[in-house]
Structures are given as structure tokens and as C-alpha cells.
């Protein structure tokens, strides 16, 4: 502890990073203001809308509530690390595919969750899908469009 906040070391995206931060600041907040990883949107900021959602140790969280101080040792993933050598993932291409962006505020969100679920399950029902997005919230597609988008990427995936 020094006097001006903790050092924490975590990693990003597979990138350590080691940050003195003070004690009220969120993970959120690191990311898009100090790392400048702006893919992770500023929503509610209360937990409510998902828009914040990254994964920690591979798990979904939002990050507007969670303190960086919190994440010695951690691993985070953000949507910057769903894309390599300038190619989108499968699932990211499956929401363009499937209209499932449309104002894209909701997207970086959905797909961290939903990568966490794939990760898990990959082969989930259209309820645990559901089930999953519980804490996502999108006001434009009315969600079909983005279910549509899990089932053609856990189609190909288990295609012979
Ligand atoms: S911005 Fe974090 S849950 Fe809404
Ligand atoms: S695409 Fe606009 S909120 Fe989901």
C-alpha cells in the first residue's frame, strides 16, 4: 500500500500489467481510461445492463463494479481479445451474419458472456443460452437475432 492507492499486478488479454490504483477505482474504469480498452462499455454503472461485461479467470463479470484492487493474480479477457491478426472470431462474425449488432452498445457484453458460456458449454440450449444472458440487456434486436447467432456458431462447431 502506498499513499497514493495499491499496486496490483493482472493480466490483459494475455498482457501483464502492474498499476497502483486507488481504492474506489473499478475494473471498468482501468480498462477504458488507463489501458485505453474502450471496447468495454459504460452503461449503468450500477451492475444492472451488461454493457461492462469481461471475463475474469474466465468467468463473466461486470466490470463497473468490480475494484481493480481486487484482481491481484487475476487473468482478464476483454473483447479485444476475442480478435486475432486482424480476423474477428467465429462468434463475432456469427453477430454480424446474424444482425445481431445494431447499435452495438449492448455487443462487447453479450459476446464476453457468451464466450464464457461456449467455454463452458459448448454445445448449450437455446434456454441455458437465454439462462446466460440473464444479466445482458440489448434494446434493439429483441434478442433472436444474437440466440440465432449462438446456434450457427455451435452448429459449425459440431459439424462433422
Ligand atoms: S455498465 Fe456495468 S452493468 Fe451496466
Ligand atoms: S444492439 Fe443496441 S443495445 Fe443491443
Not at 482478464?76 to 481479445?81: A, D, K
Amino acid at each position: 500500500m502506498t499513499v497514493n492507492g495499491v499496486a496490483v499486478a493482472f493480466s490483459v488479454n494475455g498482457v501483464a500489467h502492474r498499476l497502483e490504483v486507488g481504492p474506489g477505482e473499478t475494473l471498468l474504469r482501468t480498462l477504458r481510461e488507463r489501458l485505453r480498452l474502450t471496447g468495454t462499455k459504460d452503461g449503468c454503472v450500477e451492475g444492472e445492463c451488461g454493457a461492462c461485461t469481461v471475463l475474469v479467470d474466465d468467468r463473466p463479470v461486470d466490470s463497473c463494479i468490480l475494484l481493480t484492487a481486487a484482481l491481484e493474480g487475476r487473468q482478464v479477457r476483454t473483447v479485444e481479445g476475442l480478435s486475432g491478426d486482424g480476423a474477428l472470431g467465429p462468434l463475432q462474425q456469427a453477430f454480424i451474419d446474424h444482425g445481431s449488432v445494431q447499435c452495438g452498445f449492448c455487443t462487447p457484453g453479450f459476446l464476453m458472456t457468451l464466450t464464457a458460456l461456449l467455454e463452458e458449454n459448448p454445445s448449450p440450449s437455446s434456454f441455458e443460452v437465454r439462462e446466460a444472458l440473464d444479466g445482458n440487456i440489448c434494446r434493439c434486436t429483441g434478442y433472436r437475432q444474437i440466440i440465432e447467432a449462438v446456434a450457427a456458431v455451435t452448429a459449425e462447431s459440431t459439424r462433422p
